[in-house]
């Protein structure tokens, strides 16, 4: 369950109802929240000039300026940072407006205090979580693992979809070593494409991520009928959320779906896929539980993050590699540990290799392992 304490912060309450903004900054101050209040929608944009803010939670329906200006005032300053809107008169369409430009959440007044709370808690939470992404990325360097073109690239493409094959590697629990489940990982005979970011960039290029995608669930499926029960992670391109196949009743990793964890990466934008929230709740309605991956490496928004509201995050190995040499990333993983478990979600360390790395992941709060000092891919 998510931990739903206040983790302090500074906070903008925006409402031009005087009692409202009493009631909400009384509520927020005395649970450890800075809070800053406006009463109309210019003061509130002369904070956000004046301040930056872990959390901005505003009126939608103000004379000068609506929740939505402000909205959009926060996104040109900070992606990050969560906004909440409120209010008195709820319309469907102010809720699709609200959530297409990025809301947080959009909440119909009056609001219960337990629910203000917790929605502003978990607000905090997220923004810390994409705050410390934004380190990671800046401590490990940007890079792009994905190879050029090359001649043949579509003959290439059709020998490496003939030798498709996966391999499972274990991933265990930290606290006492038990196994939790396997990694599909993707492999084919084809040397040219023996990488899977190479074959993934590959299907990309030729536009027939579909059909790579379909196939890897294919082979999964398949696999899972001679050992049926066992937790597998199955790896989807964000562009595989829009596959029709994949929310087709009578898709072959469906009737395992108890068992898969649909494994998002984060390493390619989600933007482009229409109705994420609607795909993602499909999803989970057939049984599949979601988790994302390349976390600390990648460059998936809050709201992103907070739409798939994962089961399970995956630290990058890039994080991992020798942090127990590094204090800078093991501050890091801890804190993400900790924000993690207060949201209610579980954390993987890949690319686990030496005994150092196990043990520094175990002091900084990891649920799960996975790497080759734990096993090695292998078929099932």
């Known amino acids: 369950m998510p931990d739903n304490s206040s983790v302090g912060g500074r906070i903008l309450v925006v409402d031009d109802v005087p009692e409202i903004l009493e009631v909400v900054e009384s509520l927020l101050s005395e649970s450890g929240y800075d809070v800053v209040t406006a009463s109309n929608g210019s003061r509130a944009l002369h904070e956000l000039r004046a301040s930056h803010f872990d959390l901005v939670l505003t009126d ?21 940072t969560p906004v909440v809107l409120m209010t008195g008169n709820p319309t469907v369409e ?25 929605v502003v808690n978990q607000g905090v939470r997220l923004r810390r979580l994409a705050q410390l992404r934004r380190e990671a990325i800046a401590e490990l360097g940007g890079f792009d693992r994905l190879l050029a073109d090359r001649a043949g690239l579509e003959a290439v493409f059709r020998r490496a979809s003939v030798g498709l094959f996966l ?15 396997h990694e599909a990982l993707l492999r084919t005979d084809e040397p040219a494409l023996s990488h899977p970011a190479a074959f993934l960039n590959a299907a990309e290029r030729l536009g027939r991520l579909y059909e790579l995608g379909g196939a890897i669930r294919e082979r999964a499926a398949a696999d899972l009928l001679r050992v049926p029960g066992r937790t597998v992670l199955v790896n989807l391109h964000p562009l595989d959320l829009s596959d029709p196949e994949l929310h087709s009743d009578a898709a072959p990793l469906r009737r395992h779906a108890a068992s898969v964890i649909l494994e998002i990466t984060e390493r390619a934008s989600l933007d482009g896929v229409a109705d994420l929230r609607a795909k993602v709740a499909r999803l989970r309605g057939f049984g599949f539980r979601i988790a994302v991956d390349d976390l600390g490496a990648g460059y998936a928004g809050l709201t992103t993050f907070a739409t798939l509201e994962p089961d399970l995050v995956k630290l990058d190995m890039s994080l991992i ?6 204090p800078l990333r093991r501050k890091l993983v801890q804190s993400m540990a900790e924000l993690c478990r207060g949201l209610g979600i579980r954390v993987l360390a890949e690319g686990v290799e030496t005994e150092a790395e196990r043990a520094a992941l175990k002091d900084a709060g990891c649920d799960l392992l996975q790497g080759f000092l734990l096993g090695r891919p292998s078929r099932l």
Request: hydrophobic content about 40%; charged content about 35%.
């Open 60 to 80: 939608i329906e103000m004379p000068d300026a609506t929740g939505v200006d402000i909205l959009r005032a926060v996104r040109e300053r900070d992606l990050d």
């Open 94 to 118: 102010t809720a699709v407006q609200a959530l297409e430009l990025g809301a947080l959440r959009y909440l119909s007044k009056p609001v219960e205090p337990r629910l203000l709370l917790d």
């Open 167 to 181: 391999e499972y590697q274990p991933i265990q629990w930290t606290k006492d070593g038990g196994l939790f489940g």
């Open 321 to 326: 590699r020798d942090m127990d040499k590094h």
